[in-house]
């Protein structure tokens, strides 16, 4: 039976989106059979998705420059655009605090106050603490995985044990971090406050991260000795500032530039950094997120066609179909249907920026018509995106550890205990939480 509320190229209107997701994840598969580095990161996704729109404007079937309008009106919509500016500003506040030595003062911060018989824990607490500050899981890895791995073979620990716990704990800081992509596209989907959602994700994260804190403590068999490098405390001051003002509920673009400035003030009084090459840090900064500002972009574009097609509420009303089989009192049903949708898109394209953005349009429909507040929203997409991403062993950031490390990146996700924790402990709270409290949350938001 044909749903009413759909067009008649409802589900064809689909079909660009699919093309998508078969060249981003059928490049990546073919790549990784050749034993190609980084093979999912072949074809980026800023150029898969073309030919997924030109063939989005020939199934439009109107006028070129119409079909160009509608391009155009999707990849400049509000959240997307406000999307982007925030993505320009957190890549330049990660690249100034870099250049100012601020990524080395964490690490090594953290690393001076582990004691070696919680070298386990330690190295989660570390990892997910900095990759709160950097809102980047990459970045994270990439600062920590060389001392990690001298540090396993020093303390004689599994490399594969020590290599997902640092996958643990860059995930825990990605899905909770509020300059980190994945909080930016969740937020503006939804149209969420950035430090309601943070709110609404901790009271998720933090339980799974203290059950994955004590089964690395009992993990941990070591006596070996700890040492760091010499650093500066002051090193660390922009990352605290930055998440103490977000958290409180500062503009996001106030807290981003204030910690631009602070950056660069610190370095320059306390160590050797130019302020004459500010400028340039932050145009490095601007270009590491040139491909995910392209993306949003364009995948904004894309969704517009399927939203003027009906295709968004064609998928809306199977979920819905599907979800109402499930004896489930208030929203828990939907908000499982969230749950499920950034999980398997992820699994499918590996990104969860990505994932996010993809599925944000559908989440925030059943979101409003089930009553899901939209932190709840944000927190659910953010939450199941980021498990997928560090379950997956062709994500960019099993394969850097993976290299790291000298194991298979499949090595890495089978001991990234935290994300298999999440899942348990963020399904589980779904179906118990009591209906009444999502009612409150909607009367409160």
């Known amino acids: 039976m ?8 409802a589900k064809r209107s689909l079909i660009p989106l699919v093309l998508f997701v078969l060249l981003f994840l059928g490049s990546g598969l073919y790549f990784q059979a050749q034993q190609i580095d980084y093979a999912f990161y072949q074809l980026p996704g800023h ?36 999307m982007c500016l925030i993505y320009l500003l957190a890549g330049a506040f990660a690249s100034v605090a870099t250049a100012t030595g601020g990524v080395d003062a964490a690490v090594n ?48 620990l599994d490399n594969a044990l020590v290599a997902g716990v640092l996958l643990s704990g860059a995930m825990f800081g990605d899905n909770l971090s509020i300059i980190s992509d994945t909080t930016i596209a969740s937020t503006r989907t939804q149209g969420a406050r950035m430090a309601d959602k943070f709110k609404e994700n901790i009271k998720i994260a933090l339980p799974a991260a203290v ?14 000795p700890i040492s760091a490098a010499d650093f500066s405390w002051t090193g660390v001051l922009p990352y605290a500032a930055i998440l103490v003002l977000a958290v409180l509920g500062l503009n996001v673009f106030v807290v981003l530039v204030l910690g631009i400035i602070l950056a660069a003030v610190q370095g320059s009084i306390f160590a050797d950094y130019q302020l004459a090459g500010l400028g340039k840090d932050i145009a490095t900064g601007f270009a590491s997120v040139q491909e995910i500002f392209l993306l949003a972009m364009l995948v904004s574009g894309l969704s517009e066609f399927i939203k003027q097609q009906g295709g968004l509420s064609w998928i809306s009303a199977k979920i819905q179909h599907i979800t109402g089989k499930l004896k489930l ?14 999980f398997s898109s992820n699994l ?28 709840r929203s944000a927190s659910l997409l953010d939450i199941f995106a980021c498990i997928s991403q560090g379950l997956v062993p062709y994500g960019a950031q099993a394969l850097l550890l993976g290299a790291s490390f000298g194991i298979s990146p499949w090595q890495v996700v089978t001991h990234s205990y935290y994300c298999l924790i999440l899942l348990l402990v963020a399904t589980s709270i779904i179906l118990i939480r009591k209906t009444d409290q999502v009612a409150g949350e909607v009367s409160s938001g």
């Open 329 to 342: 009192a208030g929203s828990k049903a939907q908000q499982l249907a969230i749950a499920a949708l950034a």
């Open 109 to 156: 911060a953290g690393l001076s106050v582990v004691p070696a018989a919680w070298l386990l824990p330690g190295l989660f607490i570390i990892a997910a603490l900095i990759s709160t500050a950097m809102g980047t899981s990459m970045g994270t890895i990439g600062a920590l995985a060389p001392i990690a791995a001298g540090l396993a073979t020093q303390a004689n």
């Open 211 to 224: 059950l994955t804190l004590l089964l690395y403590t009992l993990l941990t068999r070591t006596t070996a």
């Open 348 to 375: 499918c394209i590996a990104n969860n920026t990505v994932a996010i953005v993809l599925t944000g349009d559908v989440a925030k429909n059943l979101a409003q018509q089930h009553h899901i507040t939209p932190r």
């Open 47 to 82: 150029v898969a998705i073309i030919p997924a729109i030109m063939l989005a404007v020939w199934l439009h079937r109107a006028p070129l420059q119409q079909s160009i309008d509608v391009l155009i009106k999707g990849a400049g919509n509000q959240n997307i655009i406000t």
């Open 2 to 9: 044909v749903n009413p509320l759909s067009p008649p190229g």
